[in-house]
């Protein structure tokens, strides 16, 4: 039963045409699928309408080959070839009774177009933002008529695709509606550049467009940044976009479209991640623009408590709770939030590695959620699992260890109804992730433990046993007939890792050793890292926020260098440089002796030392499962190591392998050499 506390969410609300079931709006979200994995990518979006979502959108959508956003894997709507694709995620968001929204993108200055090799078109002659090293040309009038063009095309495309809410998207300084709305690309002097009101027209052309051609089928929605961020330069002039132009900008557009979405600054900022930013971060920025339009309006914030939601609604703050990452930890969580299930929402931690996806262009991956983009290609569900085989009645699960591997394991077999035994040595369930929870900014990391913890404590067919090691001579004495060994892996102490081949250092302590608790001796310490992921920033900066002289050392060209991934490497390196951490990129050391740090430059070679008490070495984590050789060397015939014990990696590989052994565990052999999951291929065009 539903707390009726949580009733205003419920409410269905109009948008222009349509009505959306209720007010919980998954806001456009790439994943790395896009026009190259359409029934991956349909199958995900129905998921999220099958548990609950009232509007599920698309991620941005190309309209046309001079916004080819190449590298990154986005949706694309160049052509009629690319309705079909389209179709089949309108019906499937369709089937579990969603509406479906498309947000079309121009993406102009941003579209580094290495494939369809056109210029970039901006409003002015610009460099292009995407990184590539070109310039995008200034769109002439007769420019500006086709690309208005383009997008009536795309609109007329997204209707016959069957899309209820088509988007127009000014917002992230990701496209060319917001490009012409602000200075900072915008210098034109003829009737699209100047006063606010030659800069807003081509955002209001476009907008009439489009809801000339929805009329009446489907809404308009538009994505608009309500401020950039940027500040002002060093004459002190408003660099971009500020609050006080957005608001002009509602009293001149305010109430052409059917909603807004609002968003604030870049994507850095707008996907925080938790070590930044907590839940709601957005709001100071967005409060109040609802009261310039009597059109209902989306905010987002990695919003996943309804306490909140409710707040932000009573408050008029916004109409709908927006969502991408809360959508994508749990596409179930409007459903639990309906049916009276709080406590079951798998929360978002805030870690950004569904984002770490997009820039790969691979298939979206979550931490919290393993069968994110795996609807479809392994046919797994967020919330339902295939029950154990018939034949299975006698089988019993041991699972050794509880870190994030141990416990997906043990929760998604308890599911299937096997009987498990999950056993930790120690005196806490959790493993790496309760360790790294306590280092600065990590707390919400500690959602992996919580949310399976109380999904075990449903399981009477699960038993959890703590402070209990077992040896193999014990484990063989009990009649299991499978055991998983989730024993977590070891750091390396001796430097060797990506740069060094072999050891180069005695006497180092490693992240083992500071997550328990111990502490360099002397005060002036050496953080090696060359793992680069986010472990040798969080404890350069937990040593300097305790006192000590920090230099952090990298092999790498930036400080933390994979968690630009993560959209968080400049907010680190910002971090660090604030806590006193001196940084040392393009360096490595040689070795460390006595209080002497002997450090190279990776380049030349050249060598220089550091006056250092300590040093800490990251480079790489080793398995730790001796038990799966014992066990075998004792007769055990199924036993497998998971999680770190198999293959160390992030978090979200670690529950992706115990979600994957509870999948595969007596399942039909596929025989060897087959690929474990569906592929999708490219349909050739023909001659
Ligand atoms: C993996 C990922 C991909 C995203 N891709 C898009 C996109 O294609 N278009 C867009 O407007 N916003 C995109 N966003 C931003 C989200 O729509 C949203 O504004 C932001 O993540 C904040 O909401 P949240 O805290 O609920 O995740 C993306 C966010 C994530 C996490
Ligand atoms: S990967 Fe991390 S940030 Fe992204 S949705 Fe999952 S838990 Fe949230």
């Known amino acids: 039963m539903r707390d009726h506390r949580y009733d205003v969410l419920f409410e269905p609300v109009r948008i222009g045409p349509v009505t959306a079931r209720n007010r919980f709006f998954q806001v456009p979200h790439c994943n790395g699928m896009g026009h190259r994995h359409p029934s991956s990518l349909a199958e995900m979006r129905g998921v999220k309408a099958e548990g609950g979502w009232a509007v599920v959108c698309t991620e941005e959508v190309e309209i046309h080959h001079t916004s080819a956003l190449d590298g990154a894997v986005e949706g694309r709507l160049w052509d009629d070839m690319d309705i079909p694709a389209h179709r089949l995620t309108v019906e499937r968001v369709h089937a579990h009774g969603g509406l479906a929204g498309i947000e079309l993108v121009h993406s102009g200055l941003n579209a580094p177009n290495t494939y369809s090799r056109v210029p970039a078109l901006g409003p002015s002659v610009r460099p292009v933002t995407s990184g590539t090293p070109s310039v995008g040309r200034e769109m002439t009038l007769a420019d500006i008529a086709d690309l208005r063009e383009w997008h009536r095309a795309a609109v007329r495309r997204s209707l016959r695709a069957g899309y209820d809410v088509v988007y127009v998207y000014a917002a992230h300084g990701l496209t060319v509606f917001q490009q012409f709305l602000s200075p900072r690309f915008n210098s034109r002097t003829d009737e699209y550049g100047g006063s606010l009101e030659n800069r807003v027209r081509l955002l209001r052309e476009v907008l009439e467009d489009t809801l000339d051609l929805c009329a009446g089928r489907a809404a308009v929605a538009c994505r608009i940044v309500v401020d950039e961020l940027l500040g002002v330069d060093g004459q002190g002039r408003a660099v971009g976009l500020g609050r006080s132009e957005m608001e002009e900008v509602f009293g001149l557009i305010g109430e052409l479209p059917d909603l807004w979405d609002l968003m604030v600054g870049e994507w850095d900022f707008d996907s925080s991640t938790s070590r930044f930013e907590q839940e709601g971060y957005s709001e100071p920025f967005v409060h109040g623009f609802k009261q310039l339009t009597t059109k209902p309006v989306v905010i987002v914030g990695r919003y996943t408590s309804p306490d909140t939601m409710v707040r932000l609604v009573n408050q008029g703050i916004t109409d709908f709770i927006g969502a991408a990452r809360p959508s994508i930890a749990d596409p179930f969580l409007p459903n639990k939030i309906a049916e009276g299930r709080v406590e079951d929402i798998r929360e978002c931690i805030g870690c950004n590695i569904c984002v770490s996806g997009d820039w790969l262009s691979v298939p ?91 999904q075990l404590e449903k399981l009477d067919n699960v038993l959890v046993t703590l402070e209990s090691p077992m040896t193999a001579e014990e484990i063989v004495e009990y009649d299991f007939t499978h055991v998983a060994v989730a024993t977590g892996a070891t750091w390396r102490v001796d430097g060797l890792g990506r740069f060094h081949a072999a050891g180069v250092f005695t006497g180092a302590l490693t992240p083992d050793d500071l997550l328990a608790g111990l502490r360099p001796s002397g005060n002036r310490v050496v953080v ?158 023909g001659r």
């Open 364 to 454: 979206i991956r979550c931490t919290q959620n393993a069968s994110m983009g795996e609807e479809w290609r392994r046919g797994w569900h967020p919330e339902r699992i295939a029950p154990k085989p018939a034949d299975a009645a006698d089988a019993k699960v041991l699972i050794i260890g509880a870190g994030p591997a141990g416990l997906e394991a043990a929760m998604w077999l308890g599911r299937r109804g096997y009987e498990v035994v999950l056993t930790e040595a120690s005196r806490t369930l959790g493993g790496r992730v309760v360790r790294e929870a306590a280092l600065p900014g990590l707390a919400e990391w500690g959602r992996v433990r919580d949310h399976r913890v109380l």
């Open 528 to 685: 090696y890292d060359d793992e680069l992921f986010y472990i040798g920033g969080v404890l350069a900066e937990m040593l300097a926020t305790e006192g000590f002289q920090v230099t952090i050392v990298t092999p790498e060209s930036k400080v933390s260098a994979w968690t630009v991934n993560t959209m968080e490497q400049h907010k680190i390196h910002r971090r660090l440089v604030a806590a006193g951490v001196t940084i040392l990129t393009d360096t490595t050391v040689l070795g460390h002796e006595g209080n002497v740090a002997r450090l190279a430059c990776t380049y030349t070679g050249r060598e220089h030392s550091l006056a250092s008490d300590a040093i800490v070495s990251i480079t790489f984590r080793e398995p730790h499962a001796p038990l799966v050789g014992q066990l075998q060397s004792l007769g055990s015939q199924h036993v497998q190591a998971i999680g770190d014990a198999y293959n160390p990696g992030t978090i979200a590989e670690a529950v992706y392998s115990g979600r994957l052994y509870a999948e595969a565990l007596q399942a039909p052999d596929l025989g060897v050499g087959a690929t474990p999951f569906r592929r999708e291929i490219i349909g050739l065009a």
